[in-house]
T-cell receptor, first 114, second 115 residues
Framework: AQSVTQLGSHVSVSEGALVLLRCNYS??????LFWYVQYPNQGLQLLLK??????LVKGINGFEAEFKKSETSFHLTKPSAHMSDAAEYFC????????????FGQGTRLTINP | KAGVTQTPRYLIKTRGQQVTLSCSPI?????VSWYQQTPGQGLQFLFE???????NKGNFPGRFSGRQFSNSRSEMNVSTLELGDSALYLC??????????????FGEGSRLTVL
């Protein structure tokens, strides 16, 4: 079965510092990978997705992620954190094209310190 | 374009009751899926409907059911509520034909508290 592991349930960085949120997946076939963000009392919003095109994927709000098959990783980064980035971030995998059944990681809560 | 609309946003029920949650997808989206979000289990897939047919189902008991109408609006029902059913229930819609793997558009959720 597909699974996603997010390392670190809480990450805290200073404003202007690098953001690195880790995600590892298990998949026996090339997966489709996603990062979603959830702000308090809101639903999830797609940040970026990997669907077997370029391994470096750029998303909204300055985020990007790199697909590394050898490491089964899809870590999310942003060079300079902003206070508005404080939220919960979810990595998700969909093993089957066309399947809307996503398997989510447990989430990482990102806190930005002034 | 209006987003995914879920009603009600908040509700409180007691054990043994049943509840129906509603989801109106983005206009033109034919797929609607439901997720349960709890602090302990995280986000878990419940089921997905496409053109009024259940296409995928998660690992939940039969107390959890859903349906989709011809206008793509969807409802999910939970019968004989248990304390553990307290959660945020998220609906997501997408274009989702069989060749599409892309963005799910989520609603803000219905927060269910079972007392």
């Amino acid at each position: 079965a597909q699974s996603v592991t997010q390392l670190g349930s809480h990450v805290s960085v200073s404003e202007g510092a690098l953001v690195l949120l880790r995600c590892n997946y298990s998949s026996s076939v090339p997966p489709y990978l996603f990062w979603y963000v959830q702000y308090p009392n809101q639903g999830l919003q797609l940040l970026l997705k990997y669907t077997s095109a370029a391994t470096l994927v750029k998303g909204i709000n300055g985020f990007e992620a790199e697909f590394k098959k050898s490491e089964t990783s899809f870590h999310l980064t942003k060079p300079s954190a902003h206070m508005s980035d404080a939220a919960e971030y979810f990595c998700a995998v969909s093993p089957i094209q066309g399947a809307q059944k996503l398997v989510f990681g447990q989430g990482t809560r990102l806190t930005i310190n002034p | 374009k209006a987003g995914v609309t879920q009603t009600p946003r908040y509700l409180i029920k007691t054990r043994g009751q049943q509840v129906t949650l509603s989801c109106s997808p983005i206009s033109g989206h034919r797929s609607v899926s439901w997720y349960q979000q709890t602090p302990g289990q995280g986000l878990q897939f419940l089921f997905e409907y496409f053109s009024e047919t259940q296409r995928n189902k998660g690992n939940f008991p039969g107390r959890f059911s859903g349906r989709q109408f011809s206008n793509s609006r969807s409802e999910m029902n939970v019968s004989t509520l248990e304390l553990g059913d307290s959660a945020l229930y998220l609906c997501a819609s997408s274009l989702a034909d069989r060749t599409y793997t892309g963005e799910l558009f989520f609603g803000e959720g219905s927060r269910l508290t079972v007392l």
